[in-house]
């Protein structure tokens, strides 16, 4: 689709002045020359060259500082840069989906500026294009004109963190919590054996500089997991099951458990202490269905605004009324 | 009321900081452009009071309003500072209005007042308003106060709005000229553009690109004429054209201002033809007003009711009947008339008591007048005495502030020896005639005329003779005035006469008590009727329409004018008593006469200056300055120490590279951007690599360095370049 050339139009202050060089003009040759030529002929020229310069300018481009991923409450600030030959006034569109304001700036001749916005609720969102109205130095003509973007800005934000409640967090916490009561015997270490596995003692014991590695009666290797999560089309499910994800791949975290995560946006492996990658994925993802290989270890699905956490056969509620943690998990 | 005091120390408390702290460069120019623009507003008020005679309370009055506008600027909101800005144009009006002889009432004369506003913006000129410089100083404050309090505001456009439109008032009533309203439209560009910027906290931006366009503003302006008629008023007030005019049109036709002009024209077209029991000059209008460069009639216009006063001595009665043989424009009458019947249009009566008409008469119209001419002989008019009417004395002596103060001097070296007005007009007409040259072919005279025709200009025609001459009586305090007319014409009957264009002709009038307007004439006659004769010859020959009546092509042309046409005073000057004699020609010029080396007036520079800057500015804009630059540059030979001169011939090495096509990277060593080039720009970056960063280079190395680069630049191309090339001798002498 080609770009439509936006029409120039002249200002309130391009037309008193056009007005001005018709009334010298007829003044002038009813009443007599006088010096209205030296009004005329100025205003004309300035006209002209306003009209020209605006005609010929090129579309100003809008480049913005892309604000870090945040969650819901907090604040960002965006620099955006405007290149214009001419002076320009700024309207910056942001998703109404963010809260945002001061989003409408004269910056000039190209300049920079600064907005604020603020996240509200997970997702992805957009900034720009910018709407811009330049005008010519003079102010007399103006165009309104979509500012040129190469890449519009993308905030994300995450979805919330929550503190397991206690259910749930128990549940959790017998299904990491290795049995080490049950030890049934050493063996050499291999690669990919749990160093938290490698017992320290027996192994200080030994001549040689091998570790020797305990196995547990009961599951040994539980140093990753897999979660799923499904949810309903809608968003407050969407957004449900990516709070329960989030909140449950955290608390898996903090006993230095691996979490691999399939939702329908994706699927990501996130040890513990890189959490972003999976919060990216879990603030862009929908709802809809994953295809798995058997039974998931853990199954979040949400349904009409709430998320139900099946685990070992138990299947608990999840509720989104614990402390919030975001910014710990993330720092 | 004591909150008053307080706030305005405060305003001045928060003010002074304010004037302290940095003001942004775009807040200046633009505060700047909306001075500018006042300036224009106020010089043609100026102007307006120099005329008058008393401009310094001009300056007390911008002065008050400017600093109203400041202190207000921190106290009021923009709509009370409307509102007082109105309040100032209501309450200058009626200042005026209360000026006004005959104390009218202020709201009775509205109507009035409505149409007198109205023709103002039709082109009426401020000085032929009566009081016009109580008019000028009440019209200043309003548009000061409101535009600076605006511009202080950072209300720019709305500043030169007020601004601008102030000096539009003045250029429609035609007092401001084209130059003045150039200034005007500058500032006001000014103003808007960088008022932009500085709404915007922009620094300076894109001044270049302004200046061009003020440059094309106001070169365009001198030179396109889209207003018609514009391009011939413009081109005779800037004195750069040939355009010619007529004696007539810039005399007779001039309606209500004559503005001395350049070289003339004489026109031998018939004008009318003239019945009467003598001849005698045929007055078609009076100025009272002088403005340095001009004449202007003040006062207004009333419709002719009846009979007009005789003058107040003894008269004569002269009647006339005038047939107009083509279309004119004025009623003309012998001084003094006293009726007039038979028009075919209305008639108007000007403050000095002359016939207008409503609208020009017909070819074949005709009128009738009735003159009272004054019969006092030179007796009578040595013993009038000097007790003037008050309103005479004051209209009539009243001279530009401007006037040169040399003016009034050799005036009074002049007519030392005469103790009578009638005595120093008669000695100052002598002199006139007898000590400069009739031409019609002068330059416009710059500055004051009277100024000039005395003490720089060898010639000149009626206009200059009749200004100096009133100016001169004005320094002595005896009322003078300006008059334009014809003069008698051919006689082609007993009593008839056939008055052509070129008897155009301005001479002069004094006031006498007891006995009214005496006419002067200072213009020699006789190279003027052979002027006239001359052009009526040729015209003749070439066989020019229009040219004769039945009776003038037949009748001998007689230019029978009495050198003095007051027919009493037939008997002349008592001559020997106070003529100066040729002597009084040299006495007041010092000596030494150096050849005039024209001046340039301010407007010539000032343009000039603009159109340079726009040049430079657009040159800047492409590039076109850095390359002129960069050509000069690379043409001069690098000098220095040898460090210095090796790194210049390097920088010129890498340029030619670079004109070449090949761009240097920023990180590029020299040795990696000549590693292709020629040997010896590769020798070139050697040297200086050593130079910088090795152990230094001595003036062996620099002269080495100088020489390969004056053979790079030998190679490509012809154009000269100063480098000088040593030859070894000069090189071991250097050693």
Redesign the interface.
């Known amino acids: 689709m080609a770009p439509s050339v936006p029409a120039v139009r002249p200002t309130r202050r391009g037309l008193a002045v056009f007005a001005v060089a018709v009334g010298a003009f007829l003044l002038g040759a009813t009443g007599g020359a006088r010096s209205l030529n030296a009004v005329v002929v100025p205003a004309l020229v300035a006209l002209a060259a306003s009209a020209v310069q605006l005609y010929r300018a090129d579309p100003p481009t809008v480049e913005r500082s892309v604000p870090e991923p945040g969650f819901a409450g907090e604040r960002r600030r965006v620099t955006a840069t405007v290149d214009s030959g001419v002076p320009c006034t700024v309207h910056e569109n942001a998703d109404p989906g963010l809260h945002a304001e001061s989003l409408t700036a004269t910056v000039g001749h190209g300049g920079r500026f600064t907005y604020d916005i603020g996240y509200r609720r997970r997702g992805e969102y957009t900034l720009g294009p910018a709407d811009c109205v330049q005008t010519d130095s003079l102010g007399l003509f103006r165009r309104t004109v979509a500012s040129a973007e190469r890449d519009p800005a993308t905030p994300l934000v995450y979805p919330d963190i929550y503190d397991l409640d206690t259910d749930l967090a128990r549940l959790v916490g017998t299904f990491v919590d290795d049995d080490r009561s049950s030890f049934d015997r050493l063996r050499e270490y291999v690669p990919d054996d749990s160093m938290r596995d490698i017992h320290w003692r027996a192994s200080a014991k030994r001549p040689d500089d091998d570790f020797l590695v305990a196995e547990y009666g009961s599951r040994g290797a539980t140093d990753e997991v897999t979660v799923v999560g499904e949810a309903a089309t809608d968003r407050d499910s969407a957004d449900a099951m990516a709070a329960t994800v989030a909140s449950v791949a955290a608390h898996f975290h903090d006993f230095g458990v691996t979490v691999a995560v399939r939702v329908p946006g994706g699927d990501r492996i996130a040890p513990p202490g890189s959490v972003e990658g999976l919060l990216e994925l879990l603030a862009t993802t929908g709802g809809g269905r994953v295809e798995t290989d058997g039974q998931p270890e853990v199954h979040v699905v949400a349904e009409n605004g709430t998320a139900r956490v099946t685990l070992d056969d138990r299947d608990v509620a999840f509720e989104a009324g614990g402390e919030t943690r975001g910014r710990e998990v993330v720092a | 009321m004591s909150t008053a005091p307080t706030a305005v120390r405060e305003a001045v408390d928060d003010a002074l900081p304010a004037v302290t702290d940095r003001v942004s460069v775009s807040r200046l120019v633009a505060l700047a452009g909306v001075v500018v623009t006042l300036w224009a507003f106020l010089s043609v008020l100026h102007e307006i009071l120099v005329v008058t005679g008393e401009p310094e309370q001009l300056y007390y009055v911008i002065a008050g309003a400017g600093l109203a506008g400041t202190v207000l600027a921190r106290v009021i909101r923009p709509r009370t500072a409307l509102g007082l800005g109105a309040a100032a144009v209501v309450g200058g009006t009626y200042l005026y209005v209360q000026s006004l002889p005959g104390g009218v009432q202020f709201l009775a004369v509205a109507a009035p007042m409505l149409t007198d506003a109205w023709e103002l913006?039709?082109?009426l000129s401020v000085l032929r308003i009566v009081n016009a410089d109580v008019w000028a100083l009440t019209a200043a404050p309003g548009p000061v106060f409101l535009a600076w309090y605006l511009g202080l505001r950072r209300h720019y456009?709305a500043a030169s709005?007020v601004a601008g439109g102030a000096l539009?008032v003045l250029?429609?009533t035609?007092d401001?000229?084209?130059t003045?309203?150039?200034v005007g439209?500058?500032g006001v560009?000014v103003a808007?553009?960088f008022g932009?910027?500085d709404?915007?906290?922009?620094p300076l931006?894109?001044a270049d690109?302004?200046v061009v366009?003020l440059a094309?503003?106001?070169v365009?302006?001198l030179f396109?004429?889209?207003?018609?008629?514009?391009?011939?008023?413009?081109i005779s007030t800037e004195g750069i054209g040939t355009e010619e005019t007529t004696m007539e049109s810039s005399l007779v036709y001039a309606g209500d201002e004559v503005s001395v002009t350049g070289p003339v024209e004489l026109s031998p077209e018939v004008r009318y033809t003239v019945e009467a029991d003598r001849g005698t000059y045929w007055r078609a209008g009076t100025y009272d007003r002088y403005t340095g460069g001009g004449w202007v009639r003040s006062g207004g216009l009333r419709s002719y009711q009846g009979p007009l006063q005789s003058p107040p001595g003894d008269s004569r009665t002269l009647e006339q009947e005038y047939t107009a043989e083509t279309e004119i424009a004025t009623l003309p009458a012998a001084n003094k008339p006293v009726s007039v019947s038979g028009v075919p249009v209305p008639v108007q009566v000007t403050d000095a008591g002359g016939f207008q008409p409503a609208s020009p008469l017909q070819a074949g119209e005709s009128y009738r007048a009735t003159s009272e001419v004054p019969t006092a002989n030179s007796r009578q008019l040595q013993a009038a005495g000097t007790d003037y009417p008050e309103g005479i004395e004051t209209r009539y002596t009243e001279l530009p502030d401007s006037t040169p103060a040399r003016v009034a001097e050799r005036t009074d070296r002049l007519t030392a020896n005469a103790d009578n007005p009638y005595d120093t007009a008669r000695v100052i007409e002598q002199w006139l005639e007898n000590s400069r040259e009739y031409s019609l072919d002068v330059e416009r005279p710059r500055g004051d005329i009277a100024d000039s025709f005395l003490f720089e200009m060898e010639a000149g025609y009626c206009t200059h003779y009749a200004t100096t001459m009133v100016t001169m009586l004005r320094t002595q305090d005896i009322p003078a005035r300006f008059v334009v007319g014809y003069t008698p014409g051919q006689q082609v009957t007993d009593d008839e006469w056939v008055v052509r264009g070129y008897n155009s002709h301005a001479w002069v009038e004094v006031y006498f008590p007891e006995h009214g307007w005496v006419t002067f004439d200072p213009t020699p006659s006789t190279p003027r009727e052979s002027a006239e004769l001359e052009t009526l010859e040729d015209a003749r020959t070439d066989d020019a329409d229009g040219v004769d009546t039945n009776e003038s092509r037949q009748s001998p042309v007689d230019p029978a004018t009495p050198t003095t046409p007051n027919g009493t005073l037939g008997d002349g000057p008592n001559g020997s008593e106070t003529t100066p004699g040729g002597g009084g020609t040299d006495s007041g010029d010092g000596g030494l006469s150096i050849p005039e080396i024209p001046l340039p007036t301010p407007q010539q520079v000032g343009v000039t200056l603009l159109v340079l800057a726009g040049i430079l500015a657009a040159g800047k804009r492409t590039g076109l300055n850095r390359r002129l630059y960069r050509a000069v540059w690379l043409r001069r030979a690098p000098t220095g120490d040898p460090e210095d001169v090796v790194s210049g011939a390097y920088h010129r090495v890498v340029y030619l590279r670079e004109l070449a096509g090949r761009e240097k990277a920023p990180g590029e060593t020299p040795r990696e951007f000549l590693a292709d080039a020629d040997d010896r720009a590769k020798r070139v970056g050697a040297l200086y690599e050593r130079a910088t960063y090795g152990p230094g280079i001595d003036r062996e190395g620099a002269a080495e360095a100088t020489q390969l680069l004056a053979e790079l630049l030998d190679e490509r191309s012809r154009l000269p370049h100063r480098l000088e090339k040593r030859d070894t001798k000069s090189e071991s002498d250097s050693i």
């Open positions: 913006l039709a082109g456009a709005a539009g250029v429609l035609g401001a000229t084209t003045a309203t150039l439209v500058v560009t808007v553009a932009d910027c709404r915007r906290n922009e931006r894109n690109a302004l366009l094309t503003m106001v365009l302006t396109v004429g889209i207003v018609p008629g514009a391009a011939d008023s413009l």
